[in-house]
């Protein structure tokens, strides 16, 4: 079993960046897929980004190219670095795990969330 903590939401403009990290307890962080979903106000909770314990990385469209999601097994952390902010980004921000291999899109197939985080983007 796994515990995880977000940390690192806030309050950015429009073009800012924020880093994330998800640290997760226990000693098998590296057997697991760690992904990152957010959830609007009155919308459904949606994929951000993944990362397989091999690596192996899947983002959704709406971030490609100025999301980054990167793990640090030593660390047992894993981190999503938000470019090029915008209103639309706006959400709480979970971070969630899985023990298996392969990366995963769709947040039943995770069996570990975070408490989540605030992210809110002023236009």
């Known amino acids: 079993q796994v515990q995880l903590v977000e940390s690192g939401g806030g309050l950015m403009q429009a073009g800012g960046s924020l880093r994330l990290s998800c640290a997760a307890s226990g000693r098998t962080f590296g057997s697991y897929v760690m992904g990152w979903f957010r959830q609007a106000p009155g919308k459904e909770r949606e994929f951000v980004a993944g990362i397989s314990r091999s690596g192996t990385i899947r983002y959704s469209d709406s971030v490609k190219g100025r999301f980054t999601i990167s793990r640090d097994n030593a660390k047992n952390t894993v981190y999503l670095q938000m470019n090029s902010l915008k209103h639309e980004d706006t959400a709480v921000y979970y971070c969630?795990?899985?023990?298996?291999?392969?990366?995963?899109?769709?947040?039943?197939?995770?069996?570990?969330w975070g408490q989540g985080t605030q992210v809110t983007v002023s236009s």
């Open positions: 969630a795990a899985r023990y298996n291999i392969g990366v995963y899109t769709t947040a039943a197939s995770y069996d570990y």
